[in-house]
């Protein structure tokens, strides 16, 4: 019965088709490639859930039909899936594939390796170190993790909560420390050294609101005038330091603060808290006890000092004391001349008005103490023309202290022959007489020429060229006159006893009385 089979299977297979007619789902449930993860299982059997039997493209839309929180970031491009490439244009299942099983994982999420950068949230700074549950709590979806700083830094945040929930409007995410805030937002802009101050030098106790912007408020304990100058410390004071004032002085006073001055700390002029007390304006007012001089030359300072420094002298002592203070004079204290106050002690200007007291000729010389001396010193200065006197200065007279000769300070009546001078050393003493020129030179005693045979008339010949001169003169010429015959000196050495006369030149010779020949 072949043809009885056909028909029953005939019949079967329009019994199925007509049961799928009456629900295309089970058709389609039956040709799914798999089951869909938990999450999904309640639509399982209704395919057109998810799927467009006409328009395959629609699938994302479908999706999102459910995910309406994926729906809002794609339409605003935000979150993660808004900022992905090709938003709105690739299909969900490019990245999350179905049908894989009820345990399967359609997300494939690895945390180490997540990029964060395009979610609502950047991890910058100390974030990027961050474990992820510290911030995703388990059993919540990622996107309900707050992006707010207050909310996961409450407990670190030390104002109390005064300056709102932006601490990202101060503080950067590498570091609380280094907080940046816009003070000039404020009605006090932070200046000069004030930029540097920490936050709570000024904001004790993490008080921000109702802050006092008076100086003294804060800074009243620096205040040395204690008060005295009132609490508008900006009136003199800047915001550089202390120390850089903008007060008028010489406006406000009538006292110019010029040279050194300038540099004076307040208080140095000031010695009482209020600085409205008077105070002298002249110089001697303040530096009376700096006046070297001890009032001896009154009042006007600044007649020769400078409010610069005590130190160069400004004075024009030609002009002022009509005398030029040259050689010595420039190196001499002002006391060393001026011992009274100047407008009782009149100084003369000639040399012996000072220098009376130190006058070795004791006035004999006269007053004119330049005819000789100059002022560069007293000893070695010396300008006087000996070439003018009756005793020119000739050889080493010239460098002889002027007191080897002049023994009285008087400088006259001293000698003019040499040995008025040179007697104590005359090593003839005396006898050949007191004309040393006849044979020494000025030049040296040493150097001495005297022809014996011209002058005398008995050459020096032989041993008598070496004898000393005392040898044969011992007493002065003049007393004693010598003759030329050798009996005269050799008297003594004549071994003849005279018997042979005094010619002993006729035997001996000039040599040595040895050797003796008859002629």
């Known amino acids: 019965m072949p043809g009885g089979r056909a028909l029953l299977a005939v019949t079967l297979l329009a019994g199925v088709l007509a049961a799928v007619n009456a629900s295309g789902a089970a058709l389609e449930s039956l040709l799914m490639p798999g089951k869909v993860i938990a999450g999904h299982a309640e639509f399982e059997e209704d395919c057109g859930k998810c799927h467009d039997r006409t328009d395959r493209e629609r699938q994302s ?10 729906a ?3 339409r605003g491009r ?21 049908h894989r099983g009820r345990e399967a994982d359609i997300v494939k999420l690895i945390r180490p390796s997540f990029d964060h950068t395009p979610t609502d949230f950047a991890l910058t700074g100390a974030h990027s170190a961050v474990a992820c549950e510290t911030c995703h709590a388990a059993g919540k979806r990622f996107r309900e993790a707050t992006s707010r700083c207050i909310d996961c830094h409450r407990s670190d945040e030390p104002h109390g909560g005064q300056l709102g929930a932006d601490c990202a409007a101060c503080h950067g995410t590498a570091s609380w420390a280094g907080g940046r805030f816009d003070h000039s937002k404020t009605h006090f802009a932070l200046r000069d050294g004030h930029a540097d101050v920490a936050c709570d030098a000024c904001h004790l106790g993490n008080r921000f609101r109702g802050m006092p912007q008076q100086c003294v408020s804060c800074h009243a304990p620096d205040d040395v005038h204690r008060g005295s100058r009132g609490p508008d410390c900006a009136s003199c004071h800047v915001t550089a330091g202390w120390k850089t004032s903008r007060f008028d002085h010489a406006r406000e006073t009538g006292f110019a603060l010029g040279g050194a001055h300038a540099q004076v700390d307040c208080k140095g002029c000031h010695t009482t808290p209020n600085l409205k ?15 070297a001089h001890a009032t001896r030359f009154g009042d006007g300072c600044e007649k020769c000092h400078t409010t610069s420094a005590w130190k160069p002298v400004e004075f024009d002592h030609v002009r002022d004391g009509r005398f030029a203070l040259e050689g010595r004079h420039v190196e001499l204290s002002c006391h060393a001349c001026h011992t009274a106050a100047v407008d009782q002690q009149k100084l003369g200007t000639d040399c012996h008005a000072c220098h009376r007291s130190r006058d070795v000729h004791g006035g004999r010389l006269g007053e004119d103490c330049s005819r000789c001396h100059g002022v560069d010193s007293w000893r070695t200065d010396v300008d006087f023309d000996h070439d003018l006197t009756d005793f020119p200065l000739v050889g080493l ?8 000769c002049h023994a009285a300070t008087a400088y006259k009546g001293v000698a003019q022959d040499c040995n008025g001078c040179h007697q104590r050393v005359d ?15 000025p030049n040296g005693w040493r150097l001495w ?13 032989g041993a008598h060229s070496s004898a000393p001169c005392d040898g044969c003169h011992k007493q002065p010429p ?42």
Do not use: I, N, Y
Request: hydrophobic fraction near 30%; charge should be negative.
């Open 277 to 291: 007390d008077p105070l002298p304006k002249d110089c001697a007012g303040c530096h009376r006890a700096d006046d």
């Open 427 to 441: 090593r003839h003493k005396g006898s050949l007489g007191p004309d040393c020129e006849a044979c020494h030179s």
């Open 61 to 70: 839309w479908l999706c999102m039909d459910c995910h309406e929180a994926v």
């Open 449 to 461: 020429e005297f022809d014996h045979a011209k002058v005398t008339g008995f050459a020096l010949t």
């Open 478 to 519: 003049d007393v004693v006159k010598l003759s030329g015959d050798c009996a005269s000196c050799h008297t003594q050495d004549d071994v003849h006893l005279g018997q042979f006369g005094r010619q002993c030149q006729r035997c001996h010779g000039s040599v040595t009385f040895k050797g003796a020949r008859m002629q």
């Open 397 to 404: 007279h010239v460098v002889v202290p002027c007191h080897e």
């Open 72 to 74: 809002d970031d794609v």
């Open 78 to 98: 935000r979150g993660f899936h808004g900022r992905q490439p090709g938003v709105g244009q690739v299909q969900c299942r490019a990245c999350h594939s179905e």
